[in-house]
T-cell receptor, first 112, second 115 residues
Framework: GENVEQHPSTLSVQEGDSAVIKCTYSDSASNYFPWYKQELGKRPQLIIDIRSNVGEKKDQRIAVTLNKTAKHFSLHITETQPEDSAVYFCAANNQAGTALIFGKGTTLSVSS | NAGVMQNPRHLVRRRGQEARLRCSPMKGHSHVYWYRQLPEEGLKFMVY????????ESGMPKERFSAEFPKEGPSILRIQQVVRGDSAAYFC?????????????FGNGTRLTVT
């Protein structure tokens, strides 16, 4: 079945550094790749998404890149701040477009 | 505009009891998804419903679990004869259009504890 692998599982950076989280997916039919941020005890919130017809998308300090040939996509956060500390999940849609398949998450800790 | 509303936020059940989790989608949204999150795990898809229809239930356990989204009222995820392994956070999400490519809006989840 469809699978999304995410790494690293934990990431610690100093405030102001960059953070990169990488994901690979198995279903070549996937064409939608969102990223969610979940703070402790709260709901997952969409922070950025990318579709297969583009290779990169940027929104202020957050960017996502997609390599369809290699079936991987990455989240880049620049100039990290303590409030960026959270669990980040990548996801890919299934072939039918009825479900998002999530990675297991990356716990990002930004220390000041 | 209220977001996705889930209740209860916390639910404690003893083994063998039934759990009912409710989800009211955002106003104007007619597509509902249920996900389960175990500690230290990602979100696992369970079921996708539209009003009065189950579209994809490939992630639902074959026994004890059922879901509905009636014409009127919230979507319900029902777990019969709960076991300790059912303890998890259950999240509902909604979208205004068919398919997951329209952004999903998640509720705050129901944390089920089975004692």
């Amino acid at each position: 079945g469809e699978n999304v692998e995410q790494h690293p599982s934990t990431l610690s950076v100093q405030e102001g550094d960059s953070a990169v989280i990488k994901c690979t997916y198995s279903d070549s039919a996937s064409n939608y790749f969102p990223w969610y941020k979940q703070e402790l005890g709260k709901r997952p919130q969409l922070i950025i998404d990318i579709r297969s017809n583009v290779g990169e998308k940027k929104d202020q300090r957050i960017a996502v890149t997609l390599n369809k040939t290699a079936k991987h996509f990455s989240l880049h956060i620049t100039e990290t701040q303590p409030e960026d500390s959270a669990v980040y999940f990548c996801a890919a849609n299934n072939q039918a477009g009825t479900a998002l398949i999530f990675g297991k998450g990356t716990t990002l800790s930004v220390s000041s | 505009n209220a977001g996705v509303m889930q209740n209860p936020r916390h639910l404690v059940r003893r083994r063998g009891q039934e759990a009912r989790l409710r989800c009211s989608p955002m106003k104007g949204h007619s597509h509902v998804y249920w996900y389960r999150q175990l500690p230290e795990e990602g979100l696992k898809f369970m079921v996708y419903l539209q009003k009065e229809n189950i579209i994809d239930e490939s992630g639902m356990p074959k026994e004890r679990f059922s879901a509905e989204f009636p014409k009127e009222g919230p979507s319900i995820l029902r777990i019969q004869q709960v076991v300790r392994g059912d303890s998890a956070a259950y999240f509902c999400a909604s979208s205004p259009e068919q398919g997951v490519e329209s952004p999903l809006h998640f509720g705050n989840g129901t944390r089920l504890t089975v004692t």
